[in-house]
Nanobody, 115 residues
Framework: QVQLVESGGGLVQAGGSLRLSCAAS????????MAWYRQAPGKQRELVAG???????TYADSVKGRFAIFRDNAKKQVFLQMNTLKPEDTAVYYC?????????WGQGTQVTVSS
């Protein structure tokens, strides 16, 4: 059974930084591309950043240059470093495989950026 547990969210002022962590179990982690997604109130969930098994990264245009995704295969963790946060980054952030496994969504972690 795949389990994904996100942590690291919180309340931060605009311009601040946060680092999100995701611990995975129940999957062959190093064989899976991983990604961070987010869902803001009233909006659809969107992919924010992805990282391939080989470490190639991709980002949504809205976060390019501000967010960085990286992974630790030995610890089965994926991280999202978020810098220069903006109020529009406010959302619940989730990690999942890429493409996402519909049955594997965790609780997510809330990120709130105040102006």
């Amino acid at each position: 059974q795949v389990q994904l547990v996100e942590s690291g969210g919180g309340l931060v002022q605009a311009g601040g930084s946060l680092r999100l962590s995701c611990a995975a179990s129940g999957i062959l982690f190093s064989f899976n591309a991983m990604a961070w997604y987010r869902q803001a109130p009233g909006k659809q969930r969107e992919l924010v950043a992805g990282i391939s098994t080989g470490g190639t990264t991709t980002y949504a245009d809205s976060v390019k240059g501000r967010f960085a995704i990286f992974r630790d295969n030995a610890k089965k963790q994926v991280f999202l470093q978020m810098n220069t946060l903006k109020p529009e980054d406010t959302a619940v952030y989730y990690c999942n495989t890429d493409p996402a496994r519909s049955a594997s969504w965790g609780q997510g972690t809330q990120v709130t950026v105040s102006s």
